[in-house]
């Protein structure tokens, strides 16, 4: 590494409170997470970097007895942004951590999206292309749990937020100008939208794969399994896939097996997993089986047919139309998952995506509604 980045290591109560005075009226941060999630369903926080116009804090979370000083400077009332890079996983972070997420936030690959410098540039890719800075990714995979951290650990951990307040200004300087900063915040507002909801246990099943095969009754009983199998994930705090697998689940309301024995004949189902849950699935089978047909989830949605690929044909080419003379990414502007919610909500006369009420309203959804309505004239 060629350059060395100077930084505070934060590992007590009265450091961290230092920090937090030295930045609290610092309208911009720069933030980054390194997290460990190998065999948990939350991710644990190892390192939580902080920069402000003239210093890097590394915060170790392993060593505080408390994070409500980093909290509130997050949920900082001074606060115009935090400036993250693909902030997925953070956010997650800070879910776990808080049980709520920053809402003024400024995620760098959205905005560079937006501005077509590809993508999803990783924040190596962007440091080259506007600022001619090599970051180096050696300690990607490292152990962020292990204490005490190498100093090429530190140093990595640093760079990732180094630089991010004057991508920041060097991207809203590009938005600005095209009169598209506004169309970033209401991206970025979607981001901690989705990652502040709560979790709907009822609705889960909905995702599972091939879930359209399923009659009401066999769709009550996936409904109940999912809810169960993500409580049961959260609870012990293991990966869902770790509990019962999607396909494992999809079988079991498949078959319905409504005693222990003929749970452990499914072919998915592991004998640890027969013995261990038997009981419990082969219940909640018996009693979904008993519900009322009146209560049953209504069927869902079959994918597309010849006519409805058709429709999405045409809704693609409207979209990478749209989004070639925005000089965008087509995924930027609409994916092929929204396009699909889009016309399931039109075909079923639901409120369409709320992605799609703000500023692709005007530049790509009065095109959709063209194409939908030419195709409801034509397939009655």
């Not at 116009?53 to 408390?66: C, E, G, M, N």
């Not at 013995?275 to 909640?284: A, C, I, Q, T, Y």
């Not at 609409?334 to 995506?353: F, G, Q």
């Amino acid at each position: 590494m060629h350059t060395e980045y100077q930084f505070t290591w934060v590992d007590s109560d009265v450091l961290l409170t230092d920090m937090v005075e030295a930045l609290q009226n610092e309208p911009l941060l720069a933030v980054d997470t390194e997290f460990m999630r190998t065999d948990t369903y939350y991710p644990i926080a190892a390192l939580i970097q902080v920069a402000g116009p003239d210093s890097i804090y590394l915060v170790d979370p392993l060593a505080l007895s408390t994070l409500e000083p980093l909290r509130c400077l997050f949920y900082g009332e001074q606060l115009e942004a935090i400036v993250l890079h693909s902030c997925s996983e953070d956010l997650e972070v800070f879910k776990t951590l808080w049980q709520a997420v920053p809402t003024k936030i400024f995620d760098t690959q959205i905005a560079a999206a937006h501005l077509n410098l590809e993508r999803q540039p990783s924040l190596q890719k962007l440091l080259s292309i506007l600022l001619g800075v090599d970051l180096p990714k050696d300690e990607t995979r490292s152990n962020w749990l292990q204490r005490p951290l190498t100093d090429n650990q530190k140093q990595y951990a640093a760079l990732d937020v180094a630089y991010l307040l004057e991508v920041y200004r060097t991207l809203n300087e590009k938005l600005e100008l095209l009169g598209r900063a506004s169309w970033v915040v209401e991206d970025c507002q979607t981001l901690t939208d989705k990652y502040s909801a709560s979790i709907d246990f009822d609705s889960l099943y909905q995702s599972v794969g091939s879930g359209w095969k399923l009659n009401g009754q066999q769709l009550a009983v996936l409904k109940s399994i999912v809810a169960w199998r993500d409580r049961t994930a959260i609870e012990k705090n293991r990966p869902k896939g770790h509990v019962i697998k999607d396909a494992t689940l999809f079988e079991i309301a498949e078959r319905m097996p409504k005693t222990r024995s003929a749970v452990a004949l499914c072919e998915t189902v592991s004998p640890g997993q027969a013995k261990r849950f038997g009981e419990v699935l082969s219940d909640m089978v018996s009693k979904a089986c008993s519900q009322d047909a009146a209560s049953y989830p209504k069927l869902l949605d079959k994918p597309f047919n010849r006519a409805h690929k058709a429709l999405a044909k045409q809704m693609k080419e409207i979209a990478e139309k749209a989004a070639e003379e925005l000089d965008m990414p087509t995924e930027r502007l609409a994916s092929r998952k929204l396009l699909e919610r889009y016309a399931k909500a039109k075909l079923n006369n639901t409120p369409i995506p709320k992605e799609l009420s703000g500023w692709r309203f005007d530049v790509l959804v009065k095109e959709l509604d063209i194409v939908f309505l030419a195709y409801q004239k034509d397939n009655g």
